[in-house]
């Protein structure tokens, strides 16, 4: 590339390179017909300053691009600061992608494919079933990050046992006492996190001896997205407004259990002395809202961390383990409570 | 491109193009021999299926790139949703790019540049000063989004008016009958949006005809994420444990202002009872916070609107109003109330 130096610079305008670089850093220590001056050569000859010079050398670098479902969903903010700072790190270059919750995403990362310097991708958020079958197009490494896939045991996956930390936390609701547990969930064909979260529920009310009642079930409508404060607001409403007895309700979200929570103390409920509420995920926010949530912590920054490592292995053709599945922790908070033997 | 057609697969397989339309949308009738025959002829033959083709082209349409400075802020969440649809309608493609705290804005620009369809750039949540010289190196239109910068005029911006919306904010807690007013500030050195809302803050004082008391701001450490829980909840708790004498806490944004409501509980104090607390931003979650948090609401979707209009009269050189600053709005919450003349 024939660009100009600053040297050159400096030569055509007529002054030293200190001052050039005194203009281009906006320092106060140069009268400004002399700024103005080094400004206009610099934009005439097309110069581009050191620091950019180094970046703009990345970008022929190698590019990993990270395909996130959901921008808005605070859970995965975390995680996307350890895949900047990895991904940078191994000198790669960093894309975000965000894929609206009805896109595509392999037709995206069959997009981004076509820029040539692509080397790899994680599914943040996972994939939607009606794409699993196109994964086979991709040409480079990728990881479904956060959600087990049913793609088979070969696709590379960092998640948590949806179904299992799900069962964990119904299980321990039951333990307190609980036995009308009302369940705040995805639209009914969700075949992924909603899917497994819903079936963990089933599984601890079945182990706890327990009739699994549709009623107490409440199902996202189409349309509403689901991982939100409003939708958990409207769903636990339209539980206060069915009648239905219940003495706890656990959201699929935290997320959606501060919306719940929000809608009984907008009915004059208490939480936790007249229900409980506890979510999942073990957001920051958890943690800081009154009462804290109880919650199903991910360990999210060893996920991504695990994520953007297996990445790489697969990109350097290492032997991999593809399917790697995380612990979760029970978080206790305080909007659940046991349940007085007098109150069941 | 020279690519095989779905008529051509389906010769090659000896099986009728429903059938290859059947694997690749993995429809349950058909054999699975037959499907991996196809698939596999796909996958040789290096076939994109239709839907896929259509996005490719996309690939070729021109780009606007929204750059976004911290990520993790749920303030900025509305904004790229409107960004996205109003960009794809445009026929244009859309990346989002992530900008950490500590990173140059106009170097991650010039890098996307080099990209040669870029047509176009956001700065969503400003630029820094230090990087406003280099501004003039991007040969493509830009809008500066939610921050007024200090460029000059003839830079294009969108945002409210920080400092007027601050002052408005301090003389309500004034009317309230509240004197000791502490404020949740930026870092010292902070010259965007931290330094304008400060400078509403001591407007207002000034107005109100009270004394600037510099031991009731707490400054963001270095270091620490300024829009964070945390930071709000550590700001709070030293100003507690400071001893200095205060009935209200005004935080820089509503995340600030939820952190400290949380460490005012865990001290065992009561939020408005004892203390009131006021954000700014009118995020979504402080209304569902419990108790809903006094703030300035942004009209952020007209404003993100207003910011990729800006940007396509630009890109059409169309004649453009460069400097478009939108009303906030007051929005009381339940975390403050007026204080009686006994209490003062």
Redesign the interface.
Known sequence: MDQITIKEVAKLCGVGVSTVSRA???HPDINDATKRMV?ET??KYNY??N??AR??K??DSNTIAVLIKG??N?FF??M??VF?REITRQKYS?????V?EFE?E???A??LE??KRLKGIVFLGGIS??T???L??LTVPYVISTVESGVGEETATVAVDNEKESQKMVEYLISCGHEKIAFLAAQKNDASIGMLRHRGYRMALKKGGLEYDEGLVMWTKEGCPTYS??NG?ALARELLESGKEFTCIYALSDIMA??A??AL?DAGKRVPEDYSVAGFDGL??A????PSITTICQPRREMAEATIRLLFDLIEQKPVNTRQIFEARLQQGNSTRPLSAAAR
Do not use: W
């Open positions: 281009i850093n906006n400004m610099i934009r581009v300053p620091n950019s970046n703009l990345r970008a921008i808005t605070p903010a975390d996307i600061q900047e960093f894309v975000l992608q965000h609206e595509d392999v037709d995206t069959l997009l076509k820029e079933n009606r699993e079958e196109k086979s197009f404060l409003e607001y501060i919306g929570c929000k103390f920051e926010l943690g800081y809202y009154e």
